[in-house]
């Protein structure tokens, strides 16, 4: 494993997991019932140079960062903000939402929307990407906001969040998209709603049929678990099946308050995952890693995914290799139980979705021998059916989601057609200067018998021995 010579300023101390009640000096003497009430936290935010003065040193690449125009937004709730290390600049919450000078810094290939989002909405906030699902995007505010945001090009910014027009609007679309199981709400942070707003909504999501699942994503849990109330508890629970994922990056950040806000998440039905997003500095070391993963395991959040950094304005310097987060996926799969692991992904640029990447496990196949390594480096040959056909049960059709346009390859697999081409494909090998000829004009050349929607006037459902023929469907279903 390769390091960066450590920061001269570097402690043990800034990465420690932190007691019930700890609270910065700043705020010692804020009374319990102020201290506990969310909407205290997030009227008392810090956000400017002076009052993040009082609670840590800032180097001065950060007083750089927090004074420059145009930054990403820059607020914290007292809760986080007193978990930062006054000292240590490598303090891992630190650099979750203090901005340095390096997020001036333009890098190869960065976007405003690096995963197309808006490219993908087909009315303000509701992003379809994929066949099943949509992302509704329902507000842009945070409890605080990390340096790291994918949507920081409109997160943070009250003048670009949505009002009940378009929340009508994109209820409206999932009304008319049959196609739509699951919704994931996010943001911005859909639980800095106004309890009723957020009510209403889900009342609304629950009144559409087709819709089976509505998932949360959520930091409010661990930017100011004050939050998590019974009366929220309650307003969630009544629009089951509901999920949820939380976004924790650093052990530091599950204190006991989390725990309790996990503890009645979940006593209220609602299984919970975790997202964390790979960060240099933050949590790209496997020990790091690791300890995150099993605290979240005893909390009951299940790791989900971790993210590699999208290409996004701002986030340059908090981005590793690829290869960094396939290091930390070996360190984890045998070395703990697989419920501390989660799926690593890269999220295409440009609209591509989630891609997991993993170690390779298989290392050859023969017709009848898969050879695989474990996490020790034991190899060993499994020895497949050599009769294996597939199954033979009766599948109700209404099982069968269509998925129009996107089945991939699994379309190839099931035989819908024998190639997916990038666009423009046949334009460029029609060559500049070729015709068409009498070798090249019969589009039926290239036709895969077999493949493809079925052809009842070129194949028979029954052969002349009486036995009843699977139909072959016989064009590659362009
Ligand atoms: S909580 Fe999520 S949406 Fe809000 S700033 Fe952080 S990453 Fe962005």
Request: glycine share 8%.
């Amino acid at each position: 494993m390769s390091h960066a010579p450590l920061h001269p300023q570097a402690t043990v101390r800034s990465q420690q997991m932190l007691p019930r009640g700890h609270r910065a000096p700043k705020w010692a003497d804020v009374p319990d019932e102020k201290w506990f009430d969310w909407k205290w936290q997030l009227k008392n935010r810090i956000n400017s140079v002076s009052e993040l003065e009082e609670v840590i040193r800032l180097t001065e690449s950060e007083h750089a960062g927090a004074s420059a125009e145009g930054i990403f937004r820059l607020d914290i709730t007292p809760y986080f903000a007193s978990l930062m290390d006054a000292d240590d600049p490598t303090c891992p919450v630190r650099r979750q939402v203090i901005p340095t000078h390096h997020e001036l810094e333009p890098f190869m290939s960065m976007m405003e929307d690096s995963l197309a989002e808006d490219k993908h909405s087909p009315v303000p906030g509701l992003v379809h990407r994929y066949p099943d699902r949509v992302l509704m995007l329902v507000t842009t505010q945070c409890a605080s906001y990390c340096r790291y945001c994918t949507r920081s090009r409109i997160v943070g910014d009250p003048t670009e969040t949505f009002n009940p027009a378009e929340y009508e609007a994109q209820l409206n679309y999932l009304r008319n998209t049959p196609q739509v199981r699951d919704v994931l709400l996010s943001g911005g942070d859909p639980l800095t709603l106004a309890p009723k707003v957020l009510g209403r909504l889900l009342a609304e999501l629950r009144k559409i049929e087709h819709i089976e699942i509505i998932r949360i994503g959520t930091r409010v849990p661990v930017f100011m678990p004050m939050r998590v109330t019974e009366e929220l508890c309650d307003v969630l629970a009544e629009n089951h099946p509901l999920w949820m994922n939380i976004h924790v990056n650093h052990p530091k950040e599950i204190t006991p308050e989390v725990a309790d806000a996990c503890d009645r998440l979940t006593r209220a039905g609602i299984p919970l995952g975790n997202q964390s997003v790979l960060l240099r500095g933050i949590n790209d070391h496997p020990v790091i890693m690791q300890k995150l993963l099993r605290e979240l395991v005893k909390i009951r959040v299940r790791p989900y995914y971790i993210y590699q950094c999208d290409l996004v304005h701002g986030a340059g310097h908090l981005r590793t290799t690829v290869s960094k987060g396939l290091e930390i996926m070996e360190s984890l799969r045998g070395h703990t139980s697989g419920y501390s692991i989660p799926t690593y992904v890269v999220d295409a640029p440009g609209g591509g979705g989630k891609i997991p990447v993993a170690p390779n496990y298989v290392l050859s196949h023969s017709p009848d021998k898969l050879i695989l390594r474990n996490f020790e480096g034991y190899i060993a040959a499994y020895t497949e059916p050599t009769d294996y056909v597939g199954p033979d049960m009766m599948v109700p059709d209404d099982w069968e989601r269509k998925e129009p346009g996107q089945s991939g390859i699994y379309g190839l697999m099931q035989g819908e057609r024998i190639s997916i081409e990038p666009a423009g494909f046949s334009d460029t090998h029609h060559r500049p200067g070729g015709v068409s000829h009498r070798l090249n004009s019969r589009e039926d050349k290239w036709t895969a018998y077999g493949v493809g929607a079925p052809n009842p006037a070129s194949v028979s459902d029954t052969s002349p021995d009486g036995k009843v023929n699977v139909p072959i469907p016989v064009h590659s279903g362009d």
